[in-house]
Nanobody, 121 residues
Framework: QFQLVESGGGLVQPGESLRLSCAAS????????IGWFRQGPGKEREGILC????????NYAESVQGRFTGFRDNAKNTVYLQMNSLKPEDTAVYYC??????????????WGQGTQVTVSS
């Protein structure tokens, strides 16, 4: 069974950091680009960034540039989203998704269940 599982979400104060994980089971992440997305309360889903199979990053959300980055550990079959200098407006459910291709094509074939991130003082 192919599955992506996000973890690492939680409640943090503004200015703090979190690292989200996206672990795959049932298949290898190596040949796939991985996208990170989020959906805040009352908002549409937003693409944050995509990490291609070689670790290159495409940034989609200007609001997180310079604060968020992504990387992958193929040995652990896991992709990460490092979030720094968190703001209340970053509050959302965060999702990872596997791309059909090695490059970031936007054709996602598998989504995780999401992990809640809440930024509040």
């Amino acid at each position: 069974q192919f599955q992506l599982v996000e973890s690492g979400g939680g409640l943090v104060q503004p200015g703090e950091s979190l690292r989200l994980s996206c672990a795959a089971s049932g298949f290898r992440l190596d040949p796939h680009a991985i996208g990170w997305f989020r959906q805040g309360p009352g908002k549409e889903r937003e693409g944050i960034l995509c990490i291609d199979s070689s670790g290159g990053i495409q940034n989609y959300a200007e609001s997180v540039q310079g604060r968020f980055t992504g990387f992958r550990d193929n040995a652990k079959n896991t992709v990460y989203l490092q979030m720094n200098s968190l703001k209340p407006e970053d509050t959302a459910v965060y999702y990872c998704a596997a791309d059909e291709h090695m490059e970031c094509s936007g054709l996602m074939f598998l989504w995780g269940q999401g992990t809640q991130v809440t930024v509040s003082s």
